[in-house]
């Protein structure tokens, strides 16, 4: 019967594939008006000990404290000093001169490679503010802001960059893929998502160990496609695991629109009702609301309540790295028109407004930051560049496969010195 | 079409125009001339649709073909290569675009115990025709995730075929074949040759492959098949056994020692062109195996091990292999790690003077 109507089939609808298309191109006008951003202040606040459902609401709202007249609003206003304020307000502007200051040096051809968090600085900044100095950061790339907030020495950072001498991955590594566990910060893959499941192995070894360290791991939004963030949920819930998960909706994966990674469907944070966890969807670029929903995950995780998916809305304001033009893909404009604003705009006009910072304070402060960067830039430079020969010699290259040196890996490291002198001899 | 010694299939006639190309414009027009022909023939993966890829193999394709024929998909490569597996299932002749070869591991599941073996395991009921595009290789300052060479993985997995070209012309030809393969294909892209030959010296300027051997490629439709290698150098002394990057890096090294060596571009790892491995090396008598990809159960064990079983009477010194270091792919001291002439001449130093 069945198949005798599907020789019938010329009268069933013809199926189409669906390919999901961003509303605007390179030559439009950025279109953001399909966003329903509602106003500050108006998204309840429920218990961290609340079951995870009554978190659900959550998921398809979004949390914001800072309102567009520069005041804090509502339950989620985690209120914070001034001090406390001026902190983020600082580490943020001190990201944005560092990276600023690392993109202009690839460009001069001090290294291969460097990626912006531009507009993202709230989601990482932020975010460690409400961890525990203990809890492990399981980051992406874009996370230079959890290394500042947890004020890693820019020098380091530089090192790394340059793949210098006195770098201390030893030039091995990608610039911006650090590892830095004096400030308990994951080494960071190119691979994405592999640090998810990590993060929620972490935690499970909190809770085994009976410790009170929690996991946060973050990822962009694209990364959320890989089968990595479906088993890191699933362990996270099946085991209860103390895990905050924060997913970076930049809106952008290199080329392709959050619509390529399920955006059109739900939320990002909506897929913490399928594994049965706590959602929450914050606006990135309110930095006392990231700073409050991480606080609420922390504090939930750290009373065994479990694991929390949060979704920072945002915008990649530059393109996704040094070797990437997103003239080719999205209007020039977007990045401008994005009505969440800037990150640190908006703290800093909170701060103007309450009379706890002024324009000559601000200016001050970005003149020193530069200062920072600049002389930590300079220290750097110092240990060498990438590719002018101040790099760590080539018998390094055959440390660190294992703990100890296989034969195989002895003969191939006096190769790698006998070509180094024909090459150079001295 | 100097430099190729190997005839071009049929159709390629003398007539058919031809042009210069980068590698990447022959990749891109092997695409274009099969999504042309076959409407089965469907392109996904990340960044490859109205962007048309990181290194542009896919520029302009989606525009023409449409959105249905040429989409970017989700950041998953498990789910890349798996709905490829359905779409095979189907009657499609799916491409799936793996933006660096680095990225194929989440993958992997879905090549070796899926598409490898529908074939075997439903007696052919069911099949995999697809080609699993990817750029590999170093030389490019990507550091251990941009980088690697992971061609031995893919050899080892029956069900498989391997395949690296090393110039525009075999780049278009070999991928036109791939496609029209009914097995699955790793067609792994050098890309540090994407856009000029590359002879092992980083300090000299670049090459483009303007004026390059085997940079003329003919329009329309012609096939470089499967499984045939190509002999890039005729010689006598010794036989280099590469492919990709590596057949140029061989080549500058043999001219720059003036050794006469022939060279072999294996094109097709697997199934290997065995008969033209062992006519050569049964003339020279001695054999150098060059590839980047790390040494210690490399594809260079598998062909040392081949020319040692079958060609063992006629060897007068022992099968040298010249490869990438046994450690992951470093940032800085890349060119230290890379098997670049150095390497690639004291090995055939030794060979010359056994
Ligand atoms: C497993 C894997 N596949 C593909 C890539 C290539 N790649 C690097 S970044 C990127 C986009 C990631 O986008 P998203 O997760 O949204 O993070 P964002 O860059 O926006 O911060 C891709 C596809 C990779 N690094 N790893």
Sequence with gaps: ?426 | MAGLDTAPAAEAESEVPERELTMIEAINDALDVMLARDPDVVLLGEDIGYFGGVFRCTAGLQEKHGKTRVFDTPISENGIIGVAVGMGAYGLRPVPEIQFADYIYPGLDQIVSEAARLRYRSAAEYIAPMTIRSPFGGGIFGGQTHSQSPEAIFTHICGLKTVVPSTPYDAKGLLIAAIEDNDPVIFFEPKRIYNGPFDGYYDRPTKSWKGQPGAMVPEGHYTVPLGKARIARAGEALTVLAYGTMVHVAAGVAQEKGVDAEIIDLRTLLPLDIETVEKSVQKTGKCLIVHEATRTSGFGAELSALVTERCFYHLEAPVERVTGFDTPYPHSLEWSYFPGPIRVGEAMDRLLNE
């Design chain 1, 1 to 426: 019967m069945a198949s005798e109507a599907a020789k019938e089939g010329a009268n069933r609808p013809r199926l189409s594939l669906h390919v999901p298309e961003p509303r605007s191109r390179p030559g439009d006008t950025a279109d953001f008006s399909y966003l329903d951003l509602p106003p500050a202040g108006a998204q309840p606040r429920p218990d961290e000990a609340c079951s995870a459902a009554a978190t659900y609401p959550l998921c398809n709202d979004l949390i914001r404290v800072l309102g567009e007249d520069n005041r804090t609003h509502g339950p989620w206003n985690p209120q914070l000093s001034p001090d406390a304020m001026r902190q983020i307000l600082r580490q943020m502007a001190l990201v944005r001169a560092f990276d600023n200051r690392m993109y202009r040096a690839q460009r001069q051809g001090k290294t291969s490679f460097y990626l912006k968090c531009t507009g993202e600085e709230a989601t990482s900044v932020a975010a460690t503010h409400a961890l525990d100095f203990e809890d492990m950061i399981f980051p992406s790339y874009r996370q230079q802001g959890c290394l500042i907030a947890r004020e890693y020495p820019l020098v380091e950072m530089i090192n790394q960059i340059f793949s210098n001498r006195a770098d201390r991955l030893m030039g091995r590594q990608l610039p911006i893929l650090y590892s830095a566990r004096a400030v308990n910060f994951f080494t960071i893959s190119g691979n994405l998502a592999t640090q998810l499941p990590q993060a929620t192995g972490f935690a499970m070894a909190s809770a085994i160990r009976g410790d009170c360290k929690l996991a946060a791991a973050w990822v962009g939004e694209g990364s959320t496609a890989e089968g990595d963030f479906h088993c890191a949920l699933t362990f996270a819930a099946v085991y209860n695991a103390p895990t905050i998960f924060n997913v970076v909706n930049n809106q952008w994966a290199i080329s392709s629109f959050s619509g390529i990674a399920g955006a059109e469907r739900a939320t990002f944070a909506a897929r913490a009702i399928g594994y049965g966890i706590a959602g929450l969807r914050v606006d990135g670029n309110d930095a006392l609301a990231v700073y409050a929903a991480e606080r609420w995950a922390a504090d939930r995780a750290r009373s065994n309540h479990g694991p929390t998916l949060i979704e920072f809305f945002t915008y990649r304001v530059e393109g996704h790295s040094t070797s990437d033009d997103p003239s080719v893909y999205r209007p020039a404009q977007e990045g401008k028109d994005w009505p969440l604003g800037d990150p640190i705009e908006r703290l800093r006009d909170h701060l103007f407004e309450i009379g706890e910072w002024s324009i000559e304070a601000h200016e001050a402060m970005d003149a020193e930051l530069d200062a920072q960067v600049r002389a930590a830039s300079r220290a750097a430079e110092a240990n060498g560049i990438l590719g002018h020969g101040l790099h760590q010699p080539d018998r390094t290259m055959f440390e660190d496969v294992f703990e100890t040196m296989p034969w195989h890996l002895k003969e191939q490291s006096e190769q790698a010195v006998r070509e180094r002198s024909v090459k150079w001899p001295d």
